[in-house]
């Protein structure tokens, strides 16, 4: 236990109400049956084809690198493109290990903000990261649609993957300062979208439509997320009034409807408590927040707390989720 005051009570208020949850949820308990929501779980259409490499070298801006679109598309390479925002990437960050680790920096870019179709590693509890690695390597981390290429690769390597490599990674990632990526907008529209490579892309003509019940989240510079550019940045269209109920679901549980989000992640500010190896929530993407409590909800993830945060996110609607989810990404990490 921490020898911060602040830090012990509040990880033992956290363990308190964990078990406490715990104990309330009945064991192998069902949610209610529903279809996971198309807008949250992007998939590509069939037949999806990016385009071909015309050999251009492609740069960002503020950076002297440049790299071909098949350098860019090589899953055992990291691009480097602005190598003194943080440290030195260790190898299996950078180059991964063939034939079936991956470069970690290739799906989470060089130093782990990551994108809407995959975690944002930065500030992540070094303790919190081995675990969920040892959770897909178990197989009790999954998805609701485990189909997508981001989960079926992450699979894959965690079976691959050392513990030592494990180990290295995740002291690396833990190591880099938080940073949130998304700004969330709320609208009564949003732009209309395509499906490219497991996100959405805003299409030609900036048309818009009615956002419904759903999160849209887009790059706000879509070549620049293409390039694997650890800086590019995202806005996510989530409908009004989301993060007022959101925060109101956070703070106070809605009346019973959950539990209050900071009792475990950090107290009001959503900050994680890494002592025992709780996440942070603020700042993240909202379209990754989603499916995350979805997947909890529906026993997809029923890794370590997995049944912990079941007992927690049960009573959930989608509404509720989109709320909380557009509440979390609202904060400052």
């Known amino acids: 236990m921490s020898n911060n005051p602040i830090i012990a009570r509040l990880a033992l208020a956290c363990l308190s109400a964990l078990a406490a949850a715990a104990i309330a949820a009945p064991a192998g308990a069902q949610g209610e049956k529903e279809t996971p929501p198309a807008w949250a779980y992007p998939v590509n259409p069939p037949g999806f084809k990016p385009p071909p490499d015309d050999g251009t070298v492609r740069q960002v801006p503020g950076s002297k690198a440049g790299y071909t679109l098949t350098q ?23 180059q991964g290990r063939k034939p079936d680790v991956y470069a970690c920096g290739f799906c989470h870019r060089a130093d782990g903000p990551g994108g809407p179709e995959n975690a944002n590693l930065t500030g992540l509890p070094k303790s919190y990261i081995v675990r969920q690695l040892n959770d897909f390597k178990n197989g009790t981390r ?14 894959q390597l965690a079976k691959a993957i050392t513990d030592a490599e494990i180990d ?3 002291t690396y990632f833990a190591s880099i300062k938080p940073r949130s990526i998304v700004r969330v907008v709320e609208s009564k529209t949003a732009p209309k979208v395509a499906v490219t490579a497991w996100y959405y892309s805003a299409l030609p003509g900036n048309e818009q439509e009615p956002i419904g019940q759903r999160i849209v989240e887009v790059p706000e510079n879509a070549a620049q997320f293409v390039n694997r550019d650890t800086r590019a940045r995202f806005v996510a269209y989530v409908p009004e009034g989301s993060i007022k109920r959101g ?7 809605g009346g019973g409807r959950t539990l209050p989000c900071g009792t475990c992640h950090g107290g009001p ?15 993240r993407s909202p379209s990754y927040t989603v499916r995350q409590l979805y997947d909890f909800k529906h026993d997809t993830r029923t890794g370590s707390q997995g049944v912990i945060m079941k007992s927690t996110v049960k009573d959930l609607t989608i509404d ?11 904060l400052e990490p």
């Open 320 to 330: 509720d989720m989109i709320a909380l989810s557009a509440y979390m990404a609202s």
């Open 247 to 253: 925060q109101v679901l956070a703070t106070t549980g």
């Open 168 to 170: 290295t990674a995740a």
């Open 72 to 94: 860019l598309r090589d899953r055992f390479l990291a691009p480097n493109w602005h190598p003194d925002d943080y440290p030195p990437m260790p190898e299996i960050v950078a």
């Open 269 to 283: 500010a959503m900050r994680g408590v890494a002592v025992i190896g709780l996440p942070p929530l603020a700042g």
């Open 142 to 155: 999954k998805s609701s649609v485990q189909e997508r290429d981001p989960m079926r690769l992450k699979e």
